[in-house]
Structures are given as C-alpha cells and as structure tokens.
C-alpha cells in the first residue's frame, strides 16, 4: 500500500507534463467560487475552445478515446493522471464540454450510424461544437421518465413540443440529446423515443433560471412546434429511455462527482483562528474543535475513497461502488459547515460579500448548499440508489408501472 | 392551569394574520429582493394605523397598554409573514430599552413616536466578525460624545434613533458600558448601506464620529441592560422564528401534497413524511419554550433569563430545519429565484443571527441551568 | 397565561392532598431505574392492590369513571391534579392496572353486555383482577393487523392456536384481551376478532421475554388448543379490528406518554461538574454545554408541551396532537444523552452497574433506550403517524389491502 | 496509484474471515455472555496456532514478520465476528509498546511467548472517570516499585503481565511519567473482576501495592510513548470497528430483506434504504480513514497521529451508528437476548471507549491539523 505510481503511470505523469509545460503556464492560485454559478463569458469560451482543441489534437482530451478521436485509447488511470496534472497549470475550464463528451457523444457513438458519428464526434471533441442534455422537465424533478415533452410524427420528420429544465450549458450549446414521449397510450418508460437537434432549429427557445443563490448556470428550454428529421432520431421508436440509460451511466463512471466548490475545513479552520469567541479564539472552543473533526472526517474519508477508486482503476479492476457517496456527503457538509461558520462569526455572519470575513466564502457556501443537495439528484434519491443499487434493496412499490402514461396520476 | 392565551389574545393573533395575508404576501417581500428598497413602508404605515408597534407601550406613553403576550401573538403573524418591516428593531430592541432604561423624559420624547409608527428605532451592538463581549466593545461614549463603528446594524438605514452599547470608562469588561441613546440624523454620524443574507431586511454600517448621544440607563450599567433587553428580544424574536417555521411546514406539506412523482402525491413517500414530521416536532417544542418565554417576558419572572434563552435557540434551530427541508421538499423548483422558499431560507439564517448566534444564547442557558441548580 | 390552578382546579387539589396526607406519607426520594425493566414481586403486588382498592373506594382510582365505578365522574384535569399529588407520596406504584384500566376495560365497557361489564369492571378497578392486552405478535411487528393467532370456532366456542409477544404484565395478570384471526380468506384488517379470557385458561402458557438489557418486562405468551366461550367475545365476529382501535385510541389518550427514566439533563450536569476532561471541569467544556443546551430545549419544549395540553384539558378542549411528539423525542435523546454521558465518563465509561459514576445511571439508561426506541411504536411508525394523523398526509401504498390475508406476501 | 491491500493481504482477509465464519460463530460469544469467563481460550489457542498473534512481530522475536498491513486485514475480521479474546490489548497495545519501548532482552523474553499465544499482556492507562491527562496518573512507580490503581482494564484478569502508565517522579506533566512492565502474577498485585458493558470482553481493576515492575523505555517518556502505542492501536481497533459496523450492515440488510410488514419487505420502505444507505455511507468513509491510517502505521509515517485520530473518530462513529440502527432496524425482537443485535451494540460502545473516548481524538486531530497546518 503507497501512494506511489506504478512505472507506467510515472512514465504517462512526465510525458503529460512536460506536454503541459510546452503548452501551458503554471497555475498561481486557485480562487473558491460557488460551484453552482460557473458561468462563461464568451472571451473565456473562445480560450475553452482553443485549449481544447489542442488538447485533441494531442490526444488529451478524451485520453480513453480512440486515436484520431481526440484521445489515444488509453486507460481510465491516464485520464485521472492527465486531469491531475492539468489542475496545476493555468488552463481554460473544460467544463463546457463536460457533458457533450461524458454523456452526449458517447451515447450518439453507441446508437447513431456512421455518417452521423463521423459528423458530430470530431467537432464535439476538439470543442468546436457544444452539447448540452435535454431531459429533465418541470413535471419530472426526480421522476425523469415522467417527461411531458411530446414528439409527434409528421410525414417523415417530427414535430417537438414542450419544455426542458435544469439545461447547464444551454446558452452556449450547439446541439443537444433530447429525450421526448412519442406515444403517451403505453407505460411512461415504453413511450419514450431519443434525439438530437441543433439548438438554433426555429422554435427552440433558451432562457437562463435564476437560482435562489441569485446565480443562473441552468436554463430552461422551450419547445414550440420544432421540427426535425427522422434521421436525428438516436436508436429505436420507444427505445428512449434504454438509450437514456447509456447516457445517464456514463455519467456514473465519472470518478468523484460532489464538489465543495473550495469550502472545507481547512478553511474553517482558518476562520476559526482569527475568530475570538466568548471564551477566547474560535480554534481553542472545544466545540468548535468537535466540529472541525466530524468534518475532517468525512472529507478525509471522501478523500481516500476516491484513492481507493483509483486504485482499483489502476489495477485496471472495476471501481467499487464507493464513488455514489461523494455528493450525499460533500452538499449536506456544505450546508452544515458554512452555516456553521457564520454562527462562528456572530452578528457579523448576516453579512454577504465582501462585507464577511474572507470574502463571503461562507455565506456564498450557505447560499448554493441547497442547490447542491438538489442538483443532479437530491439527497433522497442518492439514498435510494446507494440502497438499490448498491446494497441491493428492493425498489419501492410502483403503482405507475404498468399504467399507460396518460393515465398516471398527475395530481392535476 | 393556564399555559396559553387567552381567547382575547387568540383573537388579535387571528385578526393580524387576516390582516397580512391579505397586505404582506410574498409579492412584496420579492419587491424588496429585486431591489425596491430596505423596507416596506405602505405596510409599515398600515401597521401603525393598527397600533401594533404600541401593543406593550403603556397608555401614559401612547402605546395601547396592552402587553407582551399580546405582542408575541403579533411577532408569531409577522414571522410568518415574513413581514420586511423595522418592527423588531423598532419594538423588540428600541423601544424597550427606553422602557428599562429611559428616563421619563426620554420615554415621553420618544415612546409615542414610536407607537405612531413615526419613530423607527435599533439597538447596535456587534463590530465586527466574532463574538460580542465586552472586551469587543470598543465605540466610545465619553462626556456625551460618541465615536466608532457599528456593523451590521438592522434597519439602520432607515432607523432615527439608536441604542448603542459603547464604553464610557476604562474600567473593565461590563463595568465600564454604558447605552447611549443617540439621534442617527445629527451631525458626525455616516450611515453605509451593507448588504446581508436577507435583502428584505436592510442592514448598515454606522460609523459615529464625535456624535452627540445622551445616557440611556446607569452609567456602568450597559451590559445588564442590553442582556436585559436582548433577553427580552430573544423571546419576541422567537415567535416570528416559531412564525416562520410554520409557514415553511405549510408550504412544504402544501407543495408534497400536490406535487406527484411515479404516480403519486410525493407526500406518500417515508422520506418526505418523516422530514415533515421532523419539522413539525421541532416547530412545536419551538413553540412551548416560546410559550414559557413569553410567560417569563410578561411577569419580568426571574427565570426570564433562562425561559429566553431556551425559546431562541430552540426557535433558531426549528426555523433552520423547517427552512432548509422545506427547499429540499421542493427539489429544483425550490432553488429558483422565483419561488418563494429561500425568502424563508434567507430569513431564518438572518434572524438566527440577528441578536446573536445560538452558541452564546446556549452558553448563557447553561450559565443560568448552573445558577438555579446551585440555588 | 400563568400556571396557578382556576379556583374549582384549586378546591379539587386541596381535597385530593388531604386525603392523601389522611392516607399516605410524603415521599422522601425518588429512584431512577431503568423504564423498561420494571417488575413487581409478589409483595410490592399486595400493596400496590391494597392502594388501588383504597383509591377505588375513594373515586380515585379512575377519577373520570362514574360514581361507584372507582371514579367520581370527574374531568381529566381532575385527573391529572390528582397524579401531580399524589407522586408526592410515598404509595405503591399503579403500573400493573394501567394497561388494564388504561385500554383493555374501556374496551369491555363499549363492546360487551350489561352482565359482563358488571361482573369485571369493578374487580379491576379495586385492582383485584389485573388485565393484559395480546394484540402484538412474532409476525406482526409494526404491522399489528397482520397477526397470525387463530381462533377457530368449535361448536359454541372458540379454539385458540398461537401465540402473542411483547405483553406487559402478562406474568401477574388475571385477564387478558385477545385479538385473533377468525377468518384468513379476508383481507387483513377484515378478519380479525376480539376476546378476552383468563390466563389461567388452560393452554395458556406466559413466558418472560429477556431483553437486550437483561431484564425482563415483556412476556411471550402461547396458545395451545385454548378453548373459550363464544359470550367471551368482544364484539361482532370480523369487527376485531374496529374493537382494537377503540382499545388504542383509548391508548392515545393518556397524556405524556414517554419517559426517560429520570436520566435527563439534570443527571448529566451533575456528572459534568464532577468530572475532569482534558481542559479542565466538563462543565466548562463548551462541547458538554452545546450539548446540554441541545438537549435542555427538548426537555424544556416537551415539559411545556405537556403544560399546553393540560391547558387545553383545564378549559375543557380537545387536547392538540402534541402529544405525539413526546417519545420520538426522549427515546432518541435518552440514547445519546446516555452515550455522550459514557464519552464522558472516558474508559470508565465501560463499567457498568455500580462501579460506574452515579451507579451506572447512563449505562443502565444506554442499554434500555434501544427497547424505547422501538416499544409501543418505533420511531418510524410514530413519525409516519405524525405525517399522517396530525399533518394529514397521504398513508404508504398499501399492497395488502385488499388481497385475502392468507395471500398477502409474507417472505416465507 | 496502490491505496489497497495487496492480493497476498486480501489471501490473508478471506482465510480469516473463513475461519473464524467457522469457529468464531455469535454462539461463542453468547456463551460468555450467559457466564462462560472473560474470553474464549480455545478460539485463542486456534488464532495462536495461525500465528496471527505474532503477525507484526519480527521473525527473530519469534514472529512471522509479516506487518501491520497483514494484521489490519485480521483485525477487520475479528471485528467483524466479534471475536471473544484478548487480541487488542495482548497484539495492538501490549506487543506494540514492547516492540516500541523495549529493550532487546524484554523482547526476547516476551514476544516470543505473545506471539505463541502463551502470553497475554494488556496495557494500563485510565484510574477513574473522566480524561486521562498526565495530572490524572497517580499511579507511582519508583526504584522499580509500582503503587496504584488502574480500572478498567481490558482483559486484566487473564493478562500474565501489562505495561502500566505510571508517574516516577514530581515533574510536572507528562515529563514525570515513565512506563512500568509488570508481571501480573507477582507479589502485591490484587485483581479485582469488573463488570462491563460488553461481558464477552473481560476488565479488571488492578491493583498494585508496591509490586515489582521494570522500565519500559526511557524515564520520563511514558506519556509519549504511550501515545505513540495508543495511536497504532487506535488504527487496528479501527479495523475492528469497520468490521463490526459492516457486520451490522450485512445483518440488517438481510433482516430488512426477508422480514414482510404491510405485504412487502421493510427494505422497501424508504426509512429503513435510506437508514442503511447512512450505514453504508458512514462504513465505507470509516473504511477509507482506516487504510489511510493503515498505511502511516505500516510506514511509521509522520502522519501517523492525525490518521491514527482520524481513523479513530470516523471508525467509531460508523460501528456506533451501525450497531443502534441495526437494533432499530430489527424492531422488538432485536432487542431481545436472544438476538445477536445487542453483542455488536454492546462492542461498539466498549470499542468506542477502550482507548479513550471520541473527544479525546478529535482534540487530537485539530491540534495536528493545527500543526500541519502552521508548518
């Protein structure tokens, strides 16, 4: 047990640095932000794209990815090894290209044909075209598969309607991965058919939502009579939601998953030292100190699963099911430290901005916390699928299984 | 056995919720988040036309003479309402330092103001991040000059007088404090607008230099009597936190009850249903330490102390949890600028705050828990 | 809004304590034990009737019952006056008719005749005869209704064949009430029936339970070929159901409801000022205050919970739902109170009985809160009754309602 | 990346876990709870014949030399099976102190016997309730003369000899400590048997009256190396504990999972998945600490105190919380004797406890953090 590479990834380390110190300048410092408000200026969109593409052309910016296809087939312990090494240096976020490449693409790889593989993948890869992934609705929340947005036949094309939620990158995408109910007579999973369309079709409406943390990084999504070509249907007629589940399981292979957005406890920490209390300084408060170790706890513990997870990577064996913990933990510490942070700073704590000790990192935490516990599941569900499809436990009764979808109770 | 109010009482708490259901929705809450403001002063105005700010103000004093339990039942309405109004500031802080403190004079100069709603009024305490105790106090107050800043002051924008705790002598800790009453629109006074958690109630920065103020209370009595008025605070505060609380579980049980996800009401599932019984347990223990605070409040019992101490963190921790889970029960929708859940959120963290943090109130319980039990 | 007594509340009060000072002396100090282990020998059994058939005579042995019925037909504040009374006294503990008076002959005085009201109401409220109740069973767990013992009709009367668990007092009891399945081929709730018989009914056998935290109050109790009359039926045939919630409704009544054992706040601030931790007095140890404070307002907030409903019972109102709250709420801080105590406590912290601090008070308390946590409904049951009877939400989907019992999955 | 056991280590955890499946069922350790001793001896000669005693003792002391990586994947399962002997204190606190502090002769004359299963050894710290703090050890031992009590003291009534927290002299603090080596069955030493709240693992108060005992280690370096002990131990207990709460999990999933209520399983209602998915969550986090403290102490790293504490802290809190929910889980009748449930939350508490209570680590964790963070 170490912590050490083997000879090969040593090897891959030093040959992705010193690409990176031909191509990239070290990185000075990292700035905490809220993780919920990442938004791109079309200045930084331009650098987004630059730097990928020369990442494609290298072949890191799929690493797993065939040659020529923006990667070098390598394995899955490269790709982290290439991500490590990449947060060092002071590159463009690739987060725009996130979910075309880890969800998108790889689902358009697996059902389209070859024409439309060779028409869509290059330019995704090398950042010159985005997609965004339109599922979720107003109607679905947690219930995806509850999606209302029909897509109606009409000659040899089709005709979309309604609306999509929760949309990141929307704003800037090119194309999106639409999932719509082409026939509400059958079971709600069974009437579910796939596409993909470009997001200036006539008819295709983009509007940010403005978060409660007074952030928008998502968008809602307006459907009014939108057609398209069969041909951009992905896989069968009322396959949607098997071909939904392609895309949705790779965005469970991505390691890790909740982010903090830089707030944790050594920043408690150094709040806690500059902090006198009633007693004296904040850092000499036994329960101050409680806190700080429930906290360590749980990020040491996300810390060295992650490893594990590597590691298991690294032996080229299946990553366990540790990695599905990361978010319960990381949104529910965020809410509860921050909050916590401001009771350390008293009277003071209602302060937002730069008003508040260290810029307001705390009261920004506080603020995009719930958004966090929602965000990509929310507590609950997580639970249920540590429960379901970790442990194995029996899902809960379904009375909507066998019901047509259009006689599902709505409550309505 | 008499523990609850009285149907007169019961009364008033019916006609102030009818009057802000009807007057404070949120739609005016979100006015003031999109920057309408630091407070209402339509409702301000028609609230003073009701004489609420005078409920516990003596007649002889203009106010309506009736009393604090009569005042609880108003705060528990306006919590709920989240009304943005500078009552607590106002009623809660200012005007019952007078009460304690003032002279008669100072009460007759300004006491009928406030009942008439032409006086708004704040208490100013904290400088700045951490504790307050008196070593942190460190604003002036000598020869009736007062120097120093004050931050994050409520209302303290729009307030037209102070309370502020300054010390007066280099004796030390508590006994050299004293409140000094002072006029914020005289000479040598700045006031900055700072923003808070909670834009529907406005906050400020206010910076004394060499302003005129005047004794308010004993000199070398300061730190008592803002406990004594902080504690009498805490228990009114407690009732818009209790307020609050409430009206999160509504709209929470509200929202799961017609919200439906696989089929059926996302009400029916255990996730949701205990989250909401958890919510309403908190919120009623809530309300009993409330009722024993109030109890406390209104004979001045000598267990105030510990009865305020009790109902504001057990009203802090409820309004927290009712808040935060009622967002959670809401799912993505309840993160959106548009709904109304995170006015609640915001609130309860700025009213949890806003008289201090629960871990001074809870060091003072145990405090008061170590004095009854040694007596 | 004051706790003094209305006038009538204060004559009644003064009655009670002189009949008590003509009866009783003043207790001199109160014990804690463990709630779950409490047990009765034969002698403290003796006494305990001889008080009940003192109070009986007096009217107070029920004081909302009729005159001549052990009450005087009073209020249920009047009744609560008395219990504050008389606690002050040193008199046998009336645990052992609780459950009889409580829930099992209000039961027989709404369901059955003239005859045989008169012939048992009376012996049990002079404490003559003691009653159980046998509705819970191996099988049924939080689901009551799904109870297996069976009562076959034979003849004119009845044969019964199982068994029940988790019965209080069975050990000393002369009666019980029995619930059973007179007819498997009905949905659950449809074919259930209610009796009572002797215990000393041949084929009875009372067993006692021995409990995680060795002692024993529960018994198991097992039926074997019992043969009963059909007039010692309570209720119509398949009405068991409706019978049993008169039964527990009468249950709900009883105001408070959970208890500690005495071990609460008080007990540990004692602890904390005798013991030494690694910065000096526990007590000044702002991780035990934080504590302390948390677990006072919940303390605090039940006691004056319970004040309000007295309230409400004193002017002659339905008392609120309140009353629900008070296990769910002292069942968990009993456990980590307890377990927070033995943290303090250090390494000694493991001994137990009477070489720990203050006689092993929270060890004795940590062993027993699991059983609290789970008798007379577990948390999840009573917070799934507060969702649904207080709050009014939906109950779960019931896959069992209206399947035939003897068809409803059991796993087996 | 290689942040695992290696295969050889999961060989090692998978016959053990075989083994003790077989021979170290929940009937032995219920024998001991209805009154069968303080341990199982023919469980401990079997796991002496393994040589799982001498599996971090050097060859030449007459163990197997192997490491503590090997004896953190035994410890697991010992955990996991609730193993009735007295692994702990003999393997983690006493082979260690002697392999930490000893002298080459106290090695060869001990480890070879510990490592034979022959000697039990234990290691004496607390005298009373509360912390223990160097201000708390009264226990005197000069010119190899040791006076004192020590309670309770994990398998003292079956220990042949034990390493003994002792003051030597009246320097103040830590510097007066030294640690004795006692001989348990030697003249003025009075054991007394004291009931525990797991009686599957024995305890004693030890009593010395001017008993005859050596140095471990330099004089005046008791505290430190105890502390040095008690953080390699507190990472193989840990290992213990994540055992004990996986154990906890397995049981109530396969309780949750055949156990009908309302026509279903309860594992399919929500409040019970969600329950074991904290169960899973609060296991896998304390598994993780745990490697990470099995890696410092397999390398003796700087890290050590911190890992050993975070392990600590994380280990128990997960055992602790597996082991009441899987009470709560069962309902009734895993509150009954007769069901296994109360073993493990009984150990886990006694876990929880044995080498100091959770508070005393997380004071240690941020006064390392505290450091690592200043250098």
Known sequence: MDFEDSPEEAAFRAEVRAWLDANAAPRVEREAGNPLDERLDSGQMAKAKAWQKKRADRGYARITWPLGMGGIAGTPMQSIIYGQEETKYDVPSGAAFAIGLGMCIPTVMAYCGEETRARYVKPAVEGAEIWCQLFSEPAGGSDVAALRTRAEKNGDGWTINGSKIWTTGAQFSDYGLLLARTDPTVPKHKGLTMFYLSMTTPGVEVRPIRQASSGSGFNEIFFTDVRIADSQRVGEIGQGWQVALTTLMHERLAVGGGQGGGIDVPQLLQLARGLELEDGPAIRNAAVREKIADWYVRSAGLKYTTLRTMTALSRSQQPGPEASIAKIVVASKLQDLCAFALELEGEAGMLSGEEAPMHGMFQSGWLGAPGLRIAGGTDEILRNIIAERVLGLPGDVRVDKDVPFNQVPTGR | ?375
């Open chain 2, 1 to 375: 056995m008499n523990f609850d109010f009285s149907d007169e009482q019961k009364q008033i708490k019916d006609q102030a919720r009818k009057f802000l259901n009807e007057k404070c929705t949120t739609r005016i809450v979100r006015k003031l988040y999109d920057g309408g403001g630091n407070f209402d002063p339509v409702l301000w105005a028609q609230i003073a036309q009701l004489g609420w700010m005078g409920t516990a103000i003596p007649e002889e004093f203009g106010g309506l003479g009736l009393g604090y339990l009569e005042l609880c039942v108003i705060a528990e309405e306006l919590g709920r309402a989240l009304a943005p109004v500078p009552f607590s500031s106002t009623v809660y802080l200012f005007a019952e330092a007078l009460l304690i403190a003032g002279t008669d004079d100072q009460k007759r100069r300004l006491l009928p103001g406030i009942a008439r709603g032409e006086i708004v009024g704040t208490f100013a305490r904290s400088e700045g991040p951490g504790a307050v105790t008196p070593k942190t106090i460190r604003t002036g107050f000598r020869n009736g000059r007062l120097s120093g800043t004050k931050i994050a002051v409520a209302d303290g924008m729009d307030a037209h007088c102070a309370v502020v705790l300054a010390r007066g002598s280099e004796e030390a800790g508590a006994r050299g404090l004293h409140l000094a009453l002072v006029d914020l629109n005289g000479a040598g006074i700045r006031r900055e607008a700072v923003a808070t958690l909670d834009p529907s109630r406005g906050a400020a920065r206010l910076v004394f230099d060499d302003a005129d103020a005047e004794a308010l209370g004993a000199l070398g009595q300061g730190w008592q009597l803002a406990s004594r008025v902080l504690d009498g605070a805490a228990v009114l505060m407690a009732f818009e936190q209790v307020g609050g609380a409430d009206a999160c579980l509504a709209m929470a049980k509200d929202y799961a009850m017609t919200r439906y996800a696989f089929g059926r009401p996302i009400a029916s599932f255990q996730a949701i249903k205990h989250k909401l019984a958890d919510m309403y347990v908190n919120t009623e223990l809530a309300r009993s330490n409330a009722y024993y605070g109030a109890w406390a409040l209104s004979t001045d019992a000598r267990e105030l102390p510990l009865a305020a101490a009790a109902a504001r963190v057990s009203a802090t921790q409820a309004f927290d949890y009712a808040a935060k889970e009622n967002t959670q029960t809401h799912g993505g929708i309840g993160f959106t600028w548009e709904a109304d859940c995170h006015f609640y959120y915001k609130r309860s963290r700025q009213l949890g705050l806003a008289l201090g943090p629960q871990r001074a109130w809870k060091d003072k319980l145990v405090g008061e828990l170590e004095r009854s039990n040694a007596a």
